[in-house]
């Protein structure tokens, strides 16, 4: 059984940093691309960053360019985000995902096959 487990959130000031972990089990984590979505209230899910199963390739939606990084250890099974200069608008619940790999991170919702919990990231002006 796939086990995806997010830890991190928290709440912290703009222009703070946080660092979010997913921890994989139950799948060979190294064959899969890996994508942290985000959702806020009233909101769609949308995907913050992704990466490819060696770390090579990565995504990022525009308005985290340059403040956030994806990031993945195949040993240890896990991928991380590091935030840095956090935006209120960057309050959501975060989730990370895995799916098949492809030539480029997938960046469809329905790309990726397994979820974690998602953990709350709060944002306080």
């Known amino acids: 059984q796939v086990h995806l487990v997010e830890s991190g959130g928290g709440l912290v000031q703009a222009g703070g940093s946080l660092r979010l972990s997913c921890a994989a089990s139950?799948?060979?984590?190294?064959?899969?691309?890996m994508g942290w979505f985000r959702q806020a209230p009233g909101k769609e899910r949308e995907l913050v960053a992704a990466i490819n199963w060696g770390g090579g390739r990565t995504y990022y939606v525009d308005s985290v360019k340059g403040r956030f990084t994806i990031s993945r250890d195949n040993a240890e099974n896990t991928v991380y985000l590091q935030m840095n200069s956090l935006k209120p608008e960057d309050t959501a619940v975060y989730y990370c995902?895995?799916?098949?790999?492809?030539?480029?991170?997938?960046?469809?919702?329905?790309?990726?096959?397994?979820w974690g919990q998602g953990t709350q990231v709060t944002v306080s002006s």
């Open positions: 995902a895995a799916g098949p790999d492809r030539s480029s991170p997938p960046r469809g919702l329905y790309d990726y096959n397994y």
């Open positions: 139950g799948l060979t984590f190294s064959s899969n691309a």
